[in-house]
């Protein structure tokens, strides 16, 4: 489907010349964007529904306060790296990544209710990934100073009986989702509302794919919603990633959290806005009861 698009794309451009394509593509001030991917300004907000308006819903966000119209089928939640690598309190965890849970699964319930799918997108390493990281990534991921502690060393035991296994490899303790998300996205999988996406850098959508990007081509899903940790590393990378190949990116403050100075998150913050819209669960939730 996505060929035919690109050949008809192709051969409007062909037969109507490089003169008039600003006409074709946009064909009102409007629509911005082309016929394959467009949003339409409204008179207080945006319609991101590309022109299936069966179900759609309607979100009052504050940054820039607009009203956002989107198809719930189109759309997903993001969680990045709610793990128990990041947030375990035995490994060290973020206090303030741990304190997004009960929000997050707010979120979780809400999207599954309105038919929104739900991703996860973790770290999960395989051999192969460990060949060909670079050692910027291993001296980032280093407990010690030393190669021995990164990306794939064994990270022993704790409580006396739980392998922590080897670090943020795919399948280990360590890689799971912490807490009360762990039964969440067994179940969502199980159940099929929720998807779960490795990645092996910190954007779950760098390079040419991945996974989570295979699945939104796939499933024709344009709008995202972002949360999980670290907002300016993981979830930042992949809500960048996300905008420049194309969807609509959606920062939900209150299931975001990191470890870095302030300046970090303001960073985020005032581009996130600009990339696409800011809000917090409280914003979102009332339009999906
Ligand atoms: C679009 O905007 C331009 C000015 O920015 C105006 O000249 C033109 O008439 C507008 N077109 C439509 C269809 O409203
Ligand atoms: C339009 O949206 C509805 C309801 O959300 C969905 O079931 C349907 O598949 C969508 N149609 C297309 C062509 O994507
Ligand atoms: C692991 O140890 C805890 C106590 O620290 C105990 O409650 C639990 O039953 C043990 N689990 C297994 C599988 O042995
Ligand atoms: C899975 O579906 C069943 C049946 O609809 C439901 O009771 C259960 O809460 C769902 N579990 C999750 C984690 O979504
Ligand atoms: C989310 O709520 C917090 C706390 O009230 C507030 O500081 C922040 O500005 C809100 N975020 C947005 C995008 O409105």
Request: with cysteine; charged share 15%.
């Amino acid at each position: 489907m996505r060929l035919c698009s690109y050949l008809y794309l192709a051969l409007l451009l062909a037969v109507c010349g490089t003169g008039t394509n600003a006409q074709l593509v946009n064909p009102n001030n409007n629509t911005f964007g082309n016929v394959f991917n467009f949003w339409t300004k409204t008179a207080d907000g945006w319609d991101l529904t590309r022109g299936n308006a069966t179900n759609a819903i309607t979100l009052t966000l504050p940054h820039p306060k607009s009203q956002v119209k989107i198809q719930p089928a189109a759309s997903a939640l993001v969680i990045i790296d709610m793990q128990n690598y990041f947030l375990h309190p035995d490994l060290g965890g973020d206090p303030l990544g741990r304190a997004l849970v009960p929000i997050t699964i707010d979120m979780i319930h809400a999207f599954r209710a309105n038919g929104m799918k739900v991703f996860w997108t973790n770290w999960g390493l395989t051999e192969f990934d460990l060949m060909s990281m670079p050692p910027a990534f291993f001296r980032g991921f280093s407990s010690d100073g030393t190669s021995a502690t990164s990306f794939g060393s064994d990270m022993g035991t704790i409580q006396g009986n739980i392998s922590v296994g080897r670090k943020l490899m795919r399948g280990s303790w360590n890689a799971q989702p912490f807490g009360d998300l762990l039964d969440e996205q067994v179940g969502g999988v199980a159940n099929g509302t929720d998807f779960y996406f490795n990645k092996n850098r910190l954007s779950g959508m760098w390079g040419t794919s991945t996974p989570m990007q295979t699945f939104l081509e796939e499933n024709l899903i344009t709008t995202l919603f972002f949360g999980g940790v670290n907002i300016d590393q993981c979830v930042w990378g992949t809500l960048l990633d996300t905008y420049y190949k194309g969807y609509d990116v959606i920062l939900v403050d209150d299931i975001s959290a990191t470890t870095s100075p302030s300046a970090a998150t303001g960073m985020v913050d005032f581009n996130a806005a600009l990339n696409g819209w800011r809000g917090n669960s409280t914003d979102i939730l009332p339009a999906l009861m």
